[in-house]
Nanobody
Framework: QVQLVESGGGLVQPGGSLTLSCVAS????????MGWHRQAPGGLRELVAV???????NYADSVKGRFTISRDSAKNTVYLQMNTVKPDDTAVYYC??????????????WGQGTPVTVSS
């Protein structure tokens, strides 16, 4: 059974930086795409950034120019580098992955989430 585990969340001051990590593991699979979503208190879950197996990236307008998504394909790991953070970035950040398990089954997986709080 493939699972996603996020890490790196915490408290950071406005204007600061933080890096999130997500590792996919637990079975025979291939990662097709990985990305990040976030959900603020009382809000909806929204796309932050995604990177495909071909290396193409997409970002939400609210984070474009400040956040960078990257990957280490050999380690099945995706990162989110968050720079110049704002209070509006406060949310629980969820890792998301589209995988093919055992060369047959297509699955869309979610991590448990890691909270990020931007505050002075």
């Amino acid at each position: 059974q493939v699972q996603l585990v996020e890490s790196g969340g915490g408290l950071v001051q406005p204007g600061g930086s933080l890096t999130l990590s997500c590792v996919a593991s637990g079975g025979l699979f291939r990662v097709n795409a990985m990305g990040w979503h976030r959900q603020a208190p009382g809000g909806l879950r929204e796309l932050v950034a995604v990177i495909t197996s071909g290396g193409n990236t997409n970002y939400a307008d609210s984070v474009k120019g400040r956040f960078t998504i990257s990957r280490d394909s050999a380690k099945n790991t995706v990162y989110l580098q968050m720079n110049t953070v704002k209070p509006d970035d406060t949310a629980v950040y969820y890792c998301n992955a589209d995988v093919t398990e055992r060369g047959i089954w297509k699955l869309n997986l979610w991590g448990q989430g890691t909270p990020v709080t931007v505050s002075s």
